[in-house]
């Protein structure tokens, strides 16, 4: 096994060239406003600061902040009309309201939200900033942006997760989970809904960590929990607007077969997930009965980022029918389609391409490409099939 290299100077000094960069200085060319949102830690700040580097800044998590906004928003927002950073805008709804306002009145003006809740901004921009503002998502780093992934064994990948201060600041990644779900819990959570007993939501957390890569069927942990359906869907809910999970939908035509509607849960780290089933460390996923599906995490989450660091939306899903064919990772453009099967294997194996040649046989020349992502070192690379090493999907 190769060491763990999370403090390799190499990734350190690499860490911040974000590939959401150029489409946010492109984004800002035209639209008077615009906004990132991701998870806490994920370096939004930090990537607004660079990007924009003669900017004002403003943070309104901070209470003196606020209180400095109220006295005059408008006035404040005029006064910064050559760049401002507005930072968790979303702790003060009145300032979407003036930005559109003051965007109105000169075009030339420009203007930065970002935040960590998205469902909290992306409501006050639907009711104030529709038409003025270009959306975005700032998730933790993706495989390139480490920079050196190539020299990091998978399990390390998989525990260490993608969060900046576990792998620019050589922070243990216990200790930054620790902290963010302590932060998650006690603060996000509250700010978005008053959940009455905290005790069974922590629980349907971590059991939503047990399910990676499985569908998400809500019944099943309402009886398990002892809460309603409605409940657990709310609660989950609440997981995607804040960016812990999200769900990958199935794909399906009308083609005559009787297909599953059930999305799957993914996390949008696998480092969070590792801290929630109680990983302590690499060895630890290694020989954990969920490798295979954390494995599937890591590569679906990055196919996400990729998206996501170009500006484009979520275009991706899998397939699955009622005799139990599946097919990982499809990534639809129009009517073709990009198919992966994702395996956890070190070793190749011709069986792999079973389901993908399957789903050929269905959707002819729609498919355009299939390929098997495995965990292996070899690589044989074509544009209609193929195997190819997780870390260079993309």
């Known amino acids: 096994m190769r060491p763990n290299l999370y403090f390799n100077s190499k990734i350190v000094q690499n860490m911040y060239k974000r590939q959401l960069q150029s489409c946010l200085q492109k984004l800002s060319e035209t639209f008077p406003v615009v906004s990132?949102?991701?998870?806490?830690?994920?370096?939004?700040t930090t990537l607004c600061?660079?990007?924009?580097?003669?900017?004002?800044?403003?943070?309104l998590e901070d209470e003196e902040s606020r209180m400095i906004l109220e006295q005059d928003i408008k006035?404040?927002?005029?006064?910064?009309?050559?760049g401002l950073i507005i930072d968790e805008a979303h702790y003060f709804p009145e300032v979407f309201s003036?930005?559109?306002?003051?965007?109105?009145?000169?075009d030339a003006r420009r203007y930065v939200v970002s935040g960590s809740s998205n469902w909290l901004i992306r409501q006050n921009i639907s009711q104030s900033l529709a038409g003025r503002?270009?959306?975005t998502r700032l998730l933790p780093l993706s495989l390139s942006e480490l920079g050196n992934a190539d020299e990091i064994d998978t399990n390390d990948l998989i525990y260490n997760g993608s969060y900046p201060a576990i792998w620019g600041k050589g922070r243990p990644a216990f200790a930054v989970y620790d902290g963010y779900y302590s932060t998650y819990i006690q603060r996000d959570v509250r700010q978005i809904v008053n959940i009455k007993d905290m005790t069974l939501f922590r629980k349907f957390v971590r059991l939503c960590a047990t399910r990676v890569g499985n569908e998400f069927v809500a019944s099943d942990l309402s009886s398990e929990i002892g809460v309603s359906v409605k409940t657990i869907q709310g609660w989950l809910s609440i997981l995607e607007t804040s960016y812990v999970v999200f769900l990958l939908q199935p794909y399906y035509r009308n083609i005559g077969k009787r297909l599953t509607k059930t999305p799957k849960l993914?996390?949008?780290?696998?480092?969070?997930?590792?801290?929630?089933l109680g990983l302590k460390s690499s060895h630890d996923v290694a020989?954990?009965?969920l490798r295979g599906a954390l494995f599937e995490?890591?590569?679906?989450?990055?196919?996400?980022?990729?998206?996501?660091?170009?500006?484009?939306?979520?275009?991706?899903?899998?397939?699955?029918d009622k005799s139990q064919r599946e097919v990982d990772l499809l990534m639809e453009n129009g009517q073709k389609l990009d198919a992966f099967e994702i395996k956890s294997a070190t070793a190749f194996h011709k069986d792999f391409f079973k389901n993908l040649e399957y789903l050929k046989t269905l959707y002819g020349e729609d498919v355009v490409r299939t390929q098997v992502v495995y965990d292996g070192v070899q690589e044989w690379n074509k544009i209609d099939s193929g195997f190819v090493n997780f870390r260079h999907l993309v």
């Open 36 to 44: 990132v949102t991701g998870p806490r830690q994920s370096g939004k």
């Open 49 to 59: 600061k660079m990007t924009f580097a003669g900017y004002d800044y403003i943070n």
């Open 75 to 82: 006035g404040y927002l005029r006064a910064h009309s050559n």
């Open 98 to 106: 003036a930005l559109q306002v003051v965007a109105d009145e000169d």
């Open 133 to 135: 503002v270009a959306l």
């Open 266 to 276: 993914y996390f949008y780290d696998t480092g969070l997930a590792c801290y929630l």
């Open 287 to 289: 020989n954990s009965p």
């Open 297 to 320: 995490n890591l590569v679906v989450a990055d196919t996400l980022k990729q998206r996501y660091n170009a500006g484009l939306d979520n275009n991706l899903y899998f397939y699955r």
